[in-house]
């Protein structure tokens, strides 16, 4: 499994990770790579297992679930999905077919977030997965 350095930093964990003598470079694109693939199992297996403090895991839940609600109002505006769409002749099935995956999509991810029981968890929730695309 590839390691993001923002997987590492949402959680806190570089000065942890050189503690344990794990070291790491990161390129300009942002992805991690690690001296031997033992170090890179070991942050893995760590980040991986990472609960966090009750108040940690309480201020990621809070900052992905605003995250969360960003995507949702900066994609998807009524006005604008009616305003911005070029398809002629939608019907009702269409358009509750398209407001249904979202709202599911919506209420799937905030259950994720909310039901999280490691920061981890919490880090590893998708949010830009799973959303439909304008008809």
């Not at 390691?3 to 964990?13: K, V």
């Not at 790491?24 to 942050?43: I, L, N």
Request: a negative charge.
């Amino acid at each position: 499994m590839a390691l993001a350095l923002s997987q590492i930093t949402a959680l806190g964990l570089t000065d942890t990770l050189y503690a344990a003598g794990i070291h790491f470079e990161v390129d300009p694109a942002g992805a991690v790579h690690f001296a031997t693939s033992a170090m890179e199992s070991a942050a893995t297996s760590l980040i991986s297992g990472y609960s966090g403090s009750a108040a940690e895991l309480s201020w990621h839940k809070a900052r992905k679930l605003a995250a969360l609600d960003a995507v949702f109002d900066a994609a998807f505006d009524l006005a604008a999905f009616i305003r911005g769409g070029t398809a002629t002749g939608l019907t009702s099935g269409q358009v509750g077919t398209f407001l249904a995956q979202i709202a599911n999509n919506y209420r799937t991810l905030r259950a994720a977030i909310a039901g999280a029981a490691t920061v981890a968890v919490v880090e590893a929730v998708n949010i830009a997965a799973g959303w439909p695309s304008n008809p």
